[in-house]
């Protein structure tokens, strides 16, 4: 099944289709005229790719592996995130699995300018953007290479 429009949410299958959601319905739309990539979630202790995702009151993620349990805060790089006002995010299909990939928008010098993430549920596969990231603190143009290995 190729992916599926509904509104802003997109309906896909698996993991694949968070590159084809971001790229053409999110970055393209939001971000024009930059570079764009698209990074996949991996967990760092057992290389699954299935998390459950918690949102802080400032809209940072935290993923948890949902085989070995370990956390990780998305693109953490200036450590903004608190885990401790995190809530849940759930599917409207009230499952809270789901895939990861981190869309990013870059500016001129290579830093990133935007950043979309944007999950699809293993369940029932809706893919949507949870977070979007644009201001770091002032010391924090992040190069794109940096935040790719923080997804
Ligand atoms: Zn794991
Ligand atoms: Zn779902």
Excluded at 100 to 124: I, K, Q, S
Excluded at 136 to 151: C, I, L, Q, R, T
Aim: hydrophobic share 35%; with cysteine.
């Amino acid at each position: 099944m190729a992916l599926k429009k509904k509104g802003v949410w997109s309906h896909g299958t698996n993991a694949n289709d968070l590159d084809p959601y971001l790229l053409r319905h999110v970055l393209k739309r939001h971000c024009q005229g930059v570079p764009h990539h698209v990074t996949h979630s991996v967990c760092s202790g057992c290389a699954a790719t299935a998390f459950d995702l918690f949102i802080d009151k400032a809209m940072h993620i935290v993923r948890t592996c949902t085989a070995c349990k370990i956390d990780h805060m998305i693109c953490d790089l200036d450590r903004k995130c608190d885990p401790d006002s995190a809530s849940e995010i759930i599917c409207s299909c009230m499952y809270s699995e789901c895939e990861v990939a981190v869309g990013f928008a870059l500016m001129d010098n290579g830093t990133v300018g935007h950043l979309y993430v944007a999950g699809c549920c293993t369940e029932c596969g809706l893919c949507g953007v949870y977070s979007v990231y644009s201001e770091w603190s002032p010391e924090g143009d992040f190069p794109f290479p940096n935040m790719a290995k923080s997804v």
